[in-house]
C-alpha cells in the first residue's frame, strides 16, 4: 500500500466527495504536504538522477502521482524536465495541482490508468521519456477518508475506487460475485487463509439484505475467522479489504500492461523505479525487468546475435529493501520493495553484466585447477538462470549503493 503518512493531529479535514473531486481550488495543500512522507524519496532521486540530470529538456513520468511528493523533488532536483503525471484519483490531482503550481509551464497532470501512458504521450508529443517512476498502490488521502470505504476502521459505504468517475463499487463485487470469484479473489489478493468462510458468510448474509457498509462487512469478515486466528495478523478484515481493493481497481491487470509499455517508451540511458507494496505487485515488476536483462540469444554461443542482447541493465540488486531509519520515520515503508533499471544503449559494447558474460565466467571457473570439474567445453552449468530470475540475486547485477 501506498505511504502517506499523517501526524495525527493534522489529518485533512472531511470534505464531501462532491467539493473534493471537482474542486482543486480551496484544497488545502499546505496541510497535506507537512505530513506526508514519500517513500525512498533519496534513493528514487539518485536513481533516477543519471537519466533525469542530462543535457537538454529530459521528461519525467509519475505514473502514480498521488500528493506529488516524488514529483515536487524530482522537479526541483531537474530544473530541465518536464513532468507528466498520472493518477486515476481525481481528488489527489487536484491537490498535486496546487502543491506543484509553480511549476505549471513545465508540468501536464493527467487524470489516467497508468497502462494509458502510451496514449498520454502521445497526445501531449513525447514519443521518449527518460524516467518513470511507479509509486503502487493506495495513498493515505484514500485510505484516511472517511467516505471512500477503503478502511475496515471506519464505517462508510463500500466504493473502492480509486477513480470515482467509472468502475464497479466493492459493494458491487460483494454483492454480485459467485461463491468461488468472491473465495479466489480474497485468497489470492489477499492471501486470506478463511477465504471459503468469508465467502460463505457474505452469499448468506446478501441473501438477507444488500451489503452496503464498510462496517458491516468488517464485523462479518470477523465473525468468519476462527477466535485463535483473530488474535494474530493484525485487524481480521485487513487481507479482504485490500482484496476487494485490487480487485475493485482491477489493480494487477492495469500493471502487468503498464510495466512493458513504460519500459518501451524509455530513451537510452532512461530509467524507471517501482515500489511496490505487495508481493504480487513485485514479482509483476520483477518478471517485467527479468524479460529484458536477459539474453534473447543462444546461451552457449561466444557473441550475442544482433537483435538478441539485454536492452535494460538492472540497477538494484534483487528489491531493496527500506533501511531501519525509514521505517521508523514512516512505518508504512515498511513493506516496500523496490527495484529500478536502466535501458541499454543496443550499439555500446556491454560490460560483463550479461547471462552470456555470467556463462563464460561459469564455464571458464569449470576448468580452473581445482574445481574438479570433468565438464566438456561446450557443456552449460546446471543452474544457469534462463529466465532472468537469478540475475539480480546472485551480488553480479549492478547494484550502485
Ligand atoms: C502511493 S500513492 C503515490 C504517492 C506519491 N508518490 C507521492 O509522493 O505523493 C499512489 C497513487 O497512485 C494512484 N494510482 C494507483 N493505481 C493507479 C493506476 N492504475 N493508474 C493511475 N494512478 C494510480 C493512486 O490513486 C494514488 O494516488
Not at 28 to 40: F, K
Not at 192 to 211: D, T, V
Not at 327 to 332: E, K, L, S
Request: proline share 6%; aromatic share 4%.
Amino acid at each position: 500500500m501506498g505511504i502517506w503518512r499523517y501526524d495525527g493531529k493534522r489529518r485533512p479535514t472531511s470534505r464531501t466527495r462532491k467539493e473534493r473531486t471537482v474542486q482543486p481550488v480551496g484544497v488545502d495543500m499546505g496541510e497535506l504536504r507537512g505530513t506526508h512522507v514519500p517513500v525512498l524519496l533519496e534513493r528514487c532521486l539518485e536513481l533516477l538522477a543519471p537519466a533525469l540530470g542530462r543535457d537538454g529538456r529530459t521528461v519525467h513520468v509519475d505514473a502514480t502521482l498521488g500528493l506529488a511528493g516524488h514529483a515536487e523533488a524530482v522537479l526541483e532536483a531537474h530544473p530541465n524536465t518536464v513532468l507528466v503525471g498520472l493518477d486515476r484519483d481525481t481528488e489527489a490531482l487536484a491537490h498535486a495541482r496546487v502543491r506543484l503550481a509553480r511549476f505549471a509551464d513545465r508540468i501536464h497532470l493527467e487524470h489516467a490508468v497508468y497502462d494509458e501512458l502510451p496514449e498520454v504521450l502521445d497526445r501531449l508529443g513525447y514519443p521518449e521519456i527518460d524516467g518513470v517512476l511507479f509509486d503502487l498502490g493506495v495513498s493515505s488521502l484514500q485510505l484516511d477518508a472517511p467516505d471512500r470505504g477503503f478502511a475496515y476502521a471506519q464505517d462508510a459505504p463500500l466504493d473502492m475506487r480509486m477513480d470515482q468517475t467509472r468502475g464497479v463499487t466493492a459493494e458491487e463485487v460483494v454483492n454480485s460475485y459467485s461463491h468461488p470469484d468472491l473465495a479466489r479473489v480474497l485468497r489470492v489478493y489477499g492471501e486470506e487463509k478463511f477465504a471459503g468462510k468469508i465467502a460463505s458468510a457474505i452469499i448468506r448474509e446478501r441473501e438477507k439484505g444488500r451489503i452496503t457498509s464498510s462496517a458491516r462487512l468488517a464485523e462479518l469478515v470477523r465473525e468468519s475467522i476462527p477466535a485463535p486466528a483473530r488474535r494474530t495478523g493484525g485487524h481480521p478484515a485487513k487481507r479482504t479489504f485490500q482484496a476487494l481493493r485490487i480487485e475493485v481497481n482491477r489493480e494487477l491487470a492495469a500493471l502487468e500492461t503498464a510495466l512493458p509499455a513504460a519500459l518501451d517508451q524509455l530513451s537510452v540511458g532512461g530509467r524507471m523505479v517501482v515500489l511496490s507494496y505487495h508481493s504480487l505487485e513485485d514479482r509483476l515488476t520483477k518478471h517485467a525487468l527479468a524479460d529484458r536483462v536477459r539474453s534473447k540469444g543462444p546461451i552457449d554461443l561466444p557473441v550475442e546475435l544482433p537483435g538478441s542482447g539485454p536492452t535494460f541493465r538492472l540497477l538494484s540488486r534483487g528489491a531493496e529493501l527500506p533501511g531501519d531509519a525509514e521505517v521508523a520515520a514512516n512505518p508504512r515503508a515498511a513493506s516496500v520493495r523496490l527495484r529500478a533499471a536502466e535501458r541499454l544503449d543496443p550499439n555500446a559494447e556491454q560490460q560483463g553484466r550479461t547471462d552470456r558474460e555470467r556463462y563464460r565466467r561459469r564455464v571458464k571457473a569449470m576448468h580452473q585447477p581445482g574445481t574438479g570439474s570433468t565438464t566438456g567445453a561446450g557443456a552449460a552449468p546446471a543452474a544457469t538462470p534462463r529466465d532472468g530470475s537469478g540475475t539480480d540475486e546472485e551480488g553480479e547485477g549492478t547494484h550502485e549503493r
